[in-house]
Protein backbone atom coordinates (compact mmCIF):
# COMPACT_ATOMS: atom_id res chain seq x y z
CA UNK A 1 0.00 0.00 0.00
CA UNK A 2 1.20 3.75 -0.19
CA UNK A 3 2.21 5.45 2.31
CA UNK A 4 3.65 8.21 3.77
CA UNK A 5 5.79 7.76 7.29
CA UNK A 6 7.07 11.14 8.96
CA UNK A 7 8.76 9.62 11.95
CA UNK A 8 8.43 12.94 14.00
CA UNK A 9 5.57 14.46 15.50
CA UNK A 10 7.23 17.19 16.62
CA UNK A 11 11.05 18.65 16.29
CA UNK A 12 12.65 22.01 18.20
CA UNK A 13 15.61 23.55 17.30
CA UNK A 14 16.94 26.53 17.94
CA UNK A 15 16.65 30.05 16.08
CA UNK A 16 20.06 29.75 13.63
CA UNK A 17 20.65 26.28 13.85
CA UNK A 18 20.27 23.53 10.75
CA UNK A 19 16.71 21.51 10.88
CA UNK A 20 16.15 18.06 9.16
CA UNK A 21 12.82 16.60 8.55
CA UNK A 22 12.19 13.42 7.95
CA UNK A 23 10.15 11.67 5.10
CA UNK A 24 9.75 8.28 4.03
CA UNK A 25 7.49 6.94 1.52
CA UNK A 26 6.16 3.07 0.11
CA UNK A 27 5.24 3.61 -3.10
CA UNK A 28 5.58 0.91 -6.09
CA UNK A 29 7.47 3.22 -8.20
CA UNK A 30 9.49 6.33 -7.87
CA UNK A 31 6.37 9.21 -7.40
CA UNK A 32 6.09 12.50 -7.40
CA UNK A 33 7.31 14.09 -4.00
CA UNK A 34 6.58 17.26 -2.32
CA UNK A 35 7.20 19.08 0.86
CA UNK A 36 3.85 21.59 2.24
CA UNK A 37 4.10 23.81 4.48
CA UNK A 38 1.29 24.81 6.79
CA UNK A 39 1.40 28.05 9.09
CA UNK A 40 -1.85 28.69 11.71
CA UNK A 41 -4.33 29.35 10.13
CA UNK A 42 -3.22 28.74 6.70
CA UNK A 43 -3.47 26.26 3.83
CA UNK A 44 -0.70 24.05 2.51
CA UNK A 45 2.36 25.93 0.55
CA UNK A 46 4.41 24.32 -1.38
CA UNK A 47 7.72 24.20 -0.62
CA UNK A 48 9.29 21.99 -3.27
CA UNK A 49 8.95 18.75 -5.75
CA UNK A 50 10.74 16.13 -7.22
CA UNK A 51 9.71 15.09 -10.16
CA UNK A 52 12.35 13.59 -11.83
CA UNK A 53 16.66 14.46 -12.58
CA UNK A 54 18.81 15.86 -10.10
CA UNK A 55 17.97 14.52 -6.99
CA UNK A 56 18.61 17.37 -4.51
CA UNK A 57 15.98 20.35 -5.21
CA UNK A 58 15.91 23.57 -4.42
CA UNK A 59 12.68 24.76 -2.67
CA UNK A 60 11.46 28.09 -1.27
CA UNK A 61 12.43 30.24 2.09
CA UNK A 62 16.13 28.71 1.42
CA UNK A 63 14.86 24.79 2.10
CA UNK A 64 16.15 21.78 -0.16
CA UNK A 65 15.11 18.01 0.03
CA UNK A 66 17.17 14.95 -1.37
CA UNK A 67 15.47 12.53 -2.75
CA UNK A 68 17.22 8.85 -1.97
CA UNK A 69 15.55 6.10 -3.87
CA UNK A 70 17.93 3.48 -1.77
CA UNK A 71 16.23 4.95 1.61
CA UNK A 72 13.26 5.67 -0.22
CA UNK A 73 13.50 8.79 1.88
CA UNK A 74 12.93 12.73 0.80
CA UNK A 75 14.35 14.68 3.91
CA UNK A 76 13.61 18.02 4.17
CA UNK A 77 16.70 20.37 5.13
CA UNK A 78 17.37 24.21 5.89
CA UNK A 79 20.99 25.43 7.06
CA UNK A 80 19.69 28.11 9.34
CA UNK A 81 16.28 28.22 10.62
CA UNK A 82 14.59 31.47 11.55
CA UNK A 83 11.64 31.71 13.92
CA UNK A 84 9.39 32.58 10.83
CA UNK A 85 10.01 28.70 10.28
CA UNK A 86 7.81 27.51 13.01
CA UNK A 87 4.63 25.95 11.56
CA UNK A 88 3.79 22.26 10.33
CA UNK A 89 5.36 20.62 7.26
CA UNK A 90 3.91 17.86 5.37
CA UNK A 91 5.60 15.80 2.79
CA UNK A 92 3.46 14.25 0.31
CA UNK A 93 3.55 12.17 -2.72
CA UNK A 94 1.65 11.79 -5.88
CA UNK A 95 1.39 9.22 -8.48
CA UNK A 96 3.03 10.18 -11.94
CA UNK A 97 0.18 9.19 -13.90
CA UNK A 98 -2.19 11.56 -11.83
CA UNK A 99 -0.76 13.25 -9.30
CA UNK A 100 -3.63 14.56 -7.65
CA UNK A 101 -4.06 11.20 -6.18
CA UNK A 102 -1.94 12.75 -3.31
CA UNK A 103 -0.99 10.92 -0.24
CA UNK A 104 -0.14 13.19 3.18
CA UNK A 105 2.10 12.04 6.06
CA UNK A 106 0.38 13.07 9.03
CA UNK A 107 3.37 15.95 9.57
CA UNK A 108 5.82 17.40 11.84
CA UNK A 109 5.63 20.57 13.76
CA UNK A 110 8.51 22.44 14.17
CA UNK A 111 9.10 24.86 16.79
CA UNK A 112 11.65 27.12 16.57
CA UNK A 113 13.57 28.67 20.31
CA UNK A 114 14.87 32.13 20.58
CA UNK B 1 -3.77 36.54 -8.62
CA UNK B 2 -4.22 32.58 -7.66
CA UNK B 3 -6.61 31.45 -5.54
CA UNK B 4 -8.68 28.97 -4.17
CA UNK B 5 -11.50 30.56 -2.30
CA UNK B 6 -13.34 28.68 0.26
CA UNK B 7 -16.35 29.53 2.34
CA UNK B 8 -16.99 29.55 5.47
CA UNK B 9 -13.79 29.78 6.84
CA UNK B 10 -15.26 28.63 10.44
CA UNK B 11 -18.96 26.85 10.75
CA UNK B 12 -20.39 25.54 13.64
CA UNK B 13 -23.87 23.35 13.09
CA UNK B 14 -25.84 20.54 14.61
CA UNK B 15 -26.17 17.07 14.38
CA UNK B 16 -27.92 16.43 10.85
CA UNK B 17 -28.46 19.74 9.41
CA UNK B 18 -27.52 19.84 6.17
CA UNK B 19 -24.45 22.53 5.21
CA UNK B 20 -22.27 23.32 2.20
CA UNK B 21 -18.70 24.19 1.90
CA UNK B 22 -18.26 26.34 -1.36
CA UNK B 23 -14.80 26.18 -3.23
CA UNK B 24 -14.04 28.54 -6.08
CA UNK B 25 -10.44 28.79 -8.20
CA UNK B 26 -9.56 31.22 -10.48
CA UNK B 27 -6.80 29.16 -12.18
CA UNK B 28 -8.65 27.13 -14.91
CA UNK B 29 -7.74 23.75 -13.34
CA UNK B 30 -9.39 20.88 -14.61
CA UNK B 31 -7.96 18.86 -11.00
CA UNK B 32 -9.29 19.05 -7.51
CA UNK B 33 -9.65 17.87 -4.78
CA UNK B 34 -11.22 17.98 -0.92
CA UNK B 35 -9.37 16.84 2.08
CA UNK B 36 -9.86 16.74 5.71
CA UNK B 37 -7.41 17.28 8.35
CA UNK B 38 -7.28 15.76 11.82
CA UNK B 39 -4.37 15.80 14.09
CA UNK B 40 -1.57 12.95 13.56
CA UNK B 41 -3.30 12.13 10.65
CA UNK B 42 -2.58 14.36 8.32
CA UNK B 43 -4.81 15.33 5.02
CA UNK B 44 -6.95 12.75 3.75
CA UNK B 45 -8.51 12.55 0.39
CA UNK B 46 -12.65 13.04 0.57
CA UNK B 47 -13.58 13.20 -3.10
CA UNK B 48 -11.78 14.72 -6.18
CA UNK B 49 -12.87 15.90 -9.55
CA UNK B 50 -10.61 15.41 -13.02
CA UNK B 51 -13.19 17.66 -14.85
CA UNK B 52 -16.57 19.01 -15.10
CA UNK B 53 -19.05 16.25 -14.52
CA UNK B 54 -15.95 13.77 -13.28
CA UNK B 55 -15.68 12.98 -9.73
CA UNK B 56 -14.55 10.14 -7.56
CA UNK B 57 -13.96 8.82 -4.03
CA UNK B 58 -11.09 9.29 -2.33
CA UNK B 59 -9.66 7.61 1.20
CA UNK B 60 -12.28 8.64 3.35
CA UNK B 61 -15.76 9.36 1.13
CA UNK B 62 -18.06 8.57 3.67
CA UNK B 63 -20.97 10.86 4.94
CA UNK B 64 -19.57 13.82 2.25
CA UNK B 65 -20.70 14.28 -1.67
CA UNK B 66 -19.50 16.96 -4.08
CA UNK B 67 -20.94 18.00 -7.08
CA UNK B 68 -19.02 19.49 -10.33
CA UNK B 69 -21.42 21.68 -12.50
CA UNK B 70 -18.55 24.24 -13.23
CA UNK B 71 -14.81 23.81 -13.68
CA UNK B 72 -14.19 26.46 -10.69
CA UNK B 73 -16.69 25.33 -8.47
CA UNK B 74 -16.64 21.99 -6.18
CA UNK B 75 -18.51 22.34 -3.68
CA UNK B 76 -18.71 19.63 -0.31
CA UNK B 77 -22.25 18.83 1.21
CA UNK B 78 -22.63 17.27 4.26
CA UNK B 79 -26.09 15.83 3.74
CA UNK B 80 -26.59 14.76 7.85
CA UNK B 81 -23.23 16.44 9.72
CA UNK B 82 -22.51 14.24 12.63
CA UNK B 83 -20.09 15.24 15.09
CA UNK B 84 -16.96 12.83 13.97
CA UNK B 85 -16.87 15.10 10.61
CA UNK B 86 -15.76 17.57 13.02
CA UNK B 87 -12.43 18.91 11.62
CA UNK B 88 -10.10 21.25 9.24
CA UNK B 89 -11.05 21.21 5.40
CA UNK B 90 -9.00 22.09 2.57
CA UNK B 91 -10.26 22.34 -0.98
CA UNK B 92 -7.40 22.51 -3.41
CA UNK B 93 -6.69 22.96 -6.96
CA UNK B 94 -3.84 21.03 -9.68
CA UNK B 95 -1.58 22.45 -11.90
CA UNK B 96 -2.16 20.20 -15.42
CA UNK B 97 -1.15 16.57 -15.18
CA UNK B 98 -2.26 16.74 -11.25
CA UNK B 99 1.04 17.75 -10.04
CA UNK B 100 1.06 20.81 -7.75
CA UNK B 101 -1.94 21.48 -5.34
CA UNK B 102 -2.92 25.04 -4.40
CA UNK B 103 -5.18 24.97 -1.38
CA UNK B 104 -7.81 27.12 0.11
CA UNK B 105 -7.25 28.64 3.57
CA UNK B 106 -9.60 25.91 5.10
CA UNK B 107 -12.59 25.45 6.39
CA UNK B 108 -13.03 24.53 10.22
CA UNK B 109 -16.12 23.01 11.03
CA UNK B 110 -17.44 21.47 14.53
CA UNK B 111 -20.84 19.08 14.48
CA UNK B 112 -22.34 19.15 17.92
Known amino acids: AQSVTQPDIHITVSEGASLELRCNYSYGATPYLFWYVQSPGQGLQLLLK??????LVQGIKGFEAEFKRSQSSFNLRKPSVHWSDAAEYFCAVGAPSGGFKTIFGAGTRLFVKA | EAQVTQNPRYLITVTGKKLTVTCSQNMNHEYMSWYRQDPGLGLRQIYYSMNVEVTDKGDVPEGYKVSRKEKRNFPLILESPSPNQTSLYFCASYRPGGTEAFFGQGTRLTVV
Open chain 1, 50 to 55: YFSGDT
